[in-house]
């Protein structure tokens, strides 16, 4: 992994986040650019810091993840995407909208940063 790998976490306010941002920082190198609960916010801030790593909340209000995955991978597809999901269809979802990774929700800790660093390394 790079030096310092930059991440936005497009998570609605609460616990989630709290709990992402906390083991976003463990994460050697990475740095949480900002953090959204919002399509513009979301697509504003990754303008903005072009973050190597945006990490999506499937349960966005509204629909929410699904437009700012199709607008972020239309606008810049080198960003690295990763969707928490809470079951099959969003993790489709995700899938038909080009998440880079599809993680369920309220895996280990130590696999979810797994999976980040891995998918930061390529």
């Given at each position: 992994m ?51 790593l ?69």
């Open positions: 790079a030096s310092r790998m930059l991440a936005l976490l497009v998570v609605w306010p609460g616990p989630l986040r709290e709990a992402l941002r906390t083991l976003m920082t463990s994460i050697p190198g990475v740095e949480i650019a900002g953090e959204a609960g919002d399509t513009s916010s979301a697509l504003r801030m990754i303008s903005e810091h072009q973050p190597d945006v990490l999506v909340d499937a349960d966005l209000p509204g629909g929410e993840a699904w437009r700012t995955l199709k607008q972020m991978k239309e606008k810049w597809p080198p960003i690295r995407c990763v969707v928490l999901t809470d079951h099959s269809c969003q993790q489709q979802a995700a899938k038909a909208a080009d998440a880079d990774a599809v993680l369920q929700k309220g895996m280990p800790a130590a696999l979810l940063v797994q999976a980040i660093e891995t998918l930061l390394s390529k």
